[in-house]
């Protein structure tokens, strides 16, 4: 099995910062890809950056591109979320998900976390 487990939420001002992070244990092998998913009230979830290939790769939701930055710790099993400049539309709940490939990734990801809240003010 594959656990993901995610940190660093909370509230902050608009314009504020933020550092997500997802750690992996046990089947690890089946982090090829990683990344960040997020949801509002009422919305559907969205995928805001993923990265995969032991970082050979990065891939960004429009809205957060130039603002978010995701990076990958492989010997810690932890991916990360730098969030700058964060704006009200940034608020919700963030979940980290994991597969092995490619075609599992696209299709949705099987592997999730818990989330975290991310609540940004104007």
């Known amino acids: 099995q594959l656990q993901l487990v995610e940190s660093g939420g909370g509230s902050v001002q608009a314009g504020g910062s933020l550092r997500l992070s997802c750690t992996a244990s046990?089947?690890?092998?089946?982090?090829?890809?990683m990344g960040w998913f997020r949801q509002a009230p009422g919305k559907e979830r969205e995928k805001v950056a993923y990265?995969?290939?032991?970082?050979?790769?990065?891939d960004y939701a429009d809205s957060v591109k130039g603002r978010f930055t995701i990076s990958q710790d492989s010997a810690k099993n932890t991916v990360y979320l730098q969030m700058n400049d964060l704006k009200p539309e940034d608020t919700g709940m963030y979940y980290c998900?994991?597969?092995?490939?490619?075609?599992?990734?696209?299709?949705?990801?099987?592997?999730w976390g818990q989330g975290t809240q991310v609540t940004v003010s104007s």
């Open positions: 998900a994991a597969d092995s490939s490619l075609g599992h990734w696209s299709r949705g990801p099987r592997y």
């Open positions: 046990g089947d690890t092998y089946k982090t090829n890809y």
């Open positions: 990265i995969y290939a032991g970082a050979a790769g990065t």
